[in-house]
């Protein structure tokens, strides 16, 4: 077993094997059925169907969208919804002064969730800056661009320190 007792793992077994508690105990046993009662072919297939549950919850059903290998893929709402995100890039790449908005990470964020490849969804000051990028060079202030830090005096009504945005 791991620090305190319990398991470091699982592992999934057809039919129950007390030997294999004896022989691994460090890991937490899981069989498809408790006895020997079901012949091997059911136990495999009730584990086929419980990795395919497993692999379901696990993935997303929305980052194929702007993945150009599913283009023949798609329902004709899936259609249209692609062709409006794919026009919202192309818009969104012709304007860099848009793309230097503190939002635009989170833009980003959701068009590569979708399945975009990142092609001109260029890194901006703000993930520098989060993510401390000191070797690429590309690092930034928060407050970078057109928003300059106001101090107190300079227009923050509380003494404290705003973006002006």
């Not at 070797?135 to 973006?163: C, H, T």
Request: charged share 25%; net charge negative.
């Amino acid at each position: 077993a791991g620090a305190g007792g319990s398991p470091i793992g699982t592992v999934i077994t057809l039919h129950y094997r007390p030997f294999l508690n004896d022989l691994w105990p460090q890991l937490a046993l899981v069989p498809m059925e408790d006895g020997d009662t079901l012949p091997q072919s059911d136990c495999a297939r009730t584990l086929e169907i419980f990795l395919d549950r497993v692999s379901l919850l696990a993935s997303t059903t929305s980052r194929h969208l702007l993945d150009a290998n599913f283009d023949g893929t798609f329902s004709p709402q899936e259609h249209a919804l692609r062709e409006e995100l794919l026009d919202f890039r192309r818009r969104l790449l012709a304007k860099p002064e848009a793309r230097k908005a503190s939002a635009y990470r989170l833009v980003r964020d959701m068009l590569l969730a979708l399945g975009d490849d990142e092609r001109g969804l260029q890194r901006t000051p703000y993930d520098a800056w989060a993510n401390e990028d000191v070797e690429s060079g590309d690092v930034g202030e928060p407050w970078q661009g057109d928003a300059q830090p106001l101090l107190a005096g300079e227009g923050a009504e509380d003494g404290g320190i705003r973006a002006n945005c």
